[in-house]
């Protein structure tokens, strides 16, 4: 979820320039930048005295489905309220007594906060509504006013569609054969890469130059396809959530998936398996750590190193004097 503000209600007290850890409520048009919101951060809206910003999610629900009575008689008492609110405020502008004047004006006020929830019920308050895509076509098919911002309407009503059309088709993509192959693809894509990558290396180690170089270049490009791939399915998203996905990947491989592949790996007296099981899952408990370090000083500008060990995979913050899981010298560590 993301900061909006309301600029009818902003009333320029200007705290959430301050309290915002990116700079997304800085901007020249008084919006808040989306890219640069951390998602559900709340600093701002927390810190508003004004209660203009305020979280709006990043996917809607789905409109619930009404028959076309109750749509029907839902836009036509919103219609009769709307005709009342009319009225009241005829008669707030007209009265000279100032007891009618308020009655009229909360008149006024109560028929419109009526007549707006009926629209919502009626599906016209939703933004991915297709009834809000009708409404907006039948206003600019009317006559309206010189200054009436048509432009601005055909714009939204662009979006709108596009919009629409964008969860068509990533529903449409959710439930297909093509989503489960572009998973298949990518990991397929994924394991040629390091298949690729380790011939590379023993190429090199038999002098076959021109192979080591095929075979790496093969696997850079099995790593454009990769990323593609995933990035089609969907499965990129904020850093924050790329985070958290992380951790929960690490977490299932040095709780669940290497325990087990060390189990069956002794019960069959695989020794080399064992080792190599054993060097993963407890780099895989560092790496979690790590990860969830990184979220939680995900804002932090302080530049970190890391030093990846070449034989285990651990990763330190420090370049240690030797690697706490297999031993090998810390000078053979890498710097990131």
């Known amino acids: 979820m993301y900061a909006v503000r309301n600029i009818r209600l902003?009333?320029?007290d200007c705290l959430c320039l301050y309290v915002c850890p990116t700079g997304a409520t800085d901007t020249e048009n008084g919006q808040i930048d989306a890219e640069k919101c951390l998602s559900g951060?709340?600093?701002c809206v927390d810190a508003c005295p004004s209660h203009a910003i305020s979280l709006v999610p990043d996917h809607y629900p789905e409109q619930q489905e009404k028959t076309a009575q109750s749509v029907a008689a839902l836009t036509a008492l919103a219609k009769s309220k709307t005709n009342q609110e009319m009225m009241a405020a005829q008669i707030e502008e007209t009265a000279d007594a100032p007891g009618l004047k308020a009655l009229a004006r909360a008149m006024r006020l109560s028929n419109r906060l009526m007549a707006e929830d009926l629209m919502r019920e009626a599906g016209y308050l939703l933004p991915q509504s297709e009834h809000v895509q009708q409404l907006l076509e039948g206003i600019l098919k009317e006559n309206q006013a010189d200054d009436f911002p048509r432009a601005e309407t055909q714009r939204l009503l662009g979006l709108l569609k596009q919009n629409n059309n964008n969860k068509t088709e990533e529903k449409k993509m959710s439930e297909s054969k093509t989503m489960e192959n572009l998973m298949a693809a990518f990991a397929g894509e994924s394991q040629a890469n390091r298949k690729y990558l380790a011939y590379a290396k023993k190429a090199e180690k038999?002098?076959?130059?021109?192979?080591?170089?095929l075979f790496r270049a093969a696997a850079d490009a099995e790593t454009l396809h990769a990323h593609k791939h995933f990035e089609v399915a969907g499965k990129l998203h904020d850093t924050a959530e790329n985070l958290k996905d992380a951790v929960a990947g690490?977490?299932?491989?040095?709780?669940?998936m290497y325990p087990e592949f060390l189990e069956t790996a002794k019960a069959e007296g695989n020794q080399a398996a064992i080792r190599t099981f054993s060097y993963a899952l407890a780099a895989e408990e560092v790496h979690a750590r790590l990860y969830e370090e990184a979220l939680a000083n995900l804002d932090e500008t302080e530049e970190v190193s890391y030093f990846l060990c070449p034989v285990c995979g651990n990763i330190e913050k420090v370049r240690p004097d030797k690697c706490s899981i297999c031993?090998?010298?810390g000078e053979k560590f890498i710097e990131y």
Do not use: I, M
């Not at 038999?206 to 170089?213: E, L, P, S």
């Open 10 to 12: 902003c009333t320029k």
């Open 250 to 256: 690490e977490t299932y491989e040095y709780k669940d």
């Open 327 to 329: 031993g090998v010298p």
């Open 206 to 213: 038999d002098g076959k130059t021109n192979a080591a170089k």
């Open 41 to 43: 951060c709340r600093a």
